[in-house]
């Protein structure tokens, strides 16, 4: 059995226009940081393990390289879609 790696997270920022950048990155305690807060903040978390090892490399402010953009898109989408549902819980919206 292998000792259990230590939490890592990623914050990205998007605006719509630019590519995304990291906003906030770290492992251990400061990932379990980043989570709270953006827990309390409501949020949406995705549990991405090989896309947040990838996007850890990076700088705090780089924008994401363009061999990520796909795999971030779906993240982008899918905390949209949800926003979308949290908005409007009577209505359908596929996932």
Known sequence: MKPEQP???VAL???GESAPTITAKGSG???EEILRIAREAEVPLCDNGP???LLSQLEL???IPKELYIA???IIAFAYQ?????SAPDREIPL
């Open 51 to 53: 896309l947040v090892e």
């Open 72 to 74: 971030v898109a779906h």
């Open 7 to 9: 939490t890592k997270a």
């Open 29 to 31: 305690e400061q990932a």
């Open 13 to 15: 920022f998007y605006d």
């Open 61 to 63: 402010g780089d924008s």
């Open 82 to 86: 949800l926003d979308q549902r949290a």
